[in-house]
């Protein structure tokens, strides 16, 4: 089993910057990569940015590639995600998930965190 705690979401105007952490624990080794997706009202779960366990490798959504960077702390078993220049669009609950490929097939979700972009 694997726990995922979320936080660092809030409200915050259009431009502005938020940084999302996810503290693992668990069997994290099970899985390929750590991540965070996200649901806005009326749509569909979308990845937004995953990061690979063992070597680094990274996935960015399109929209947020530019504005939105993944990190993780090995130490601290934590993935980071820092959004800047925020935008109404990236409202939505974000939720930290492992998966067993990049950013699909995703066993594991937090209980998620509410990002708002709104002025």
């Known amino acids: 089993q694997v726990q995922l705690v979320e936080s660092g979401g809030g409200l915050v105007q259009p431009g502005g910057s938020l940084r999302l952490s996810c503290a693992a624990s668990?069997?994290?080794?099970?899985?390929?990569?750590i991540g965070w997706s996200r649901q806005a009202p009326g749509k569909d779960r979308e990845a937004v940015s995953f990061?690979?366990?063992?070597?680094?490798?990274?996935y960015y959504e399109d929209s947020v590639k530019g504005r939105f960077t993944i990190s993780r702390d090995n130490a601290k078993n934590t993935v980071y995600l820092q959004m800047t220049n925020l935008k109404p669009e990236d409202t939505a609950v974000y939720y930290c998930?492992?998966?067993?490929?990049?950013?699909?097939?995703?066993?594991?979700w937090g209980q998620g965190t509410q990002v708002t972009v709104s002025s």
């Open positions: 668990g069997r994290t080794s099970d899985y390929y990569a």
């Open positions: 998930a492992t998966c067993h490929n990049l950013h699909y097939n995703c066993d594991y």
């Open positions: 990061i690979s366990f063992s070597d680094g490798s990274r």
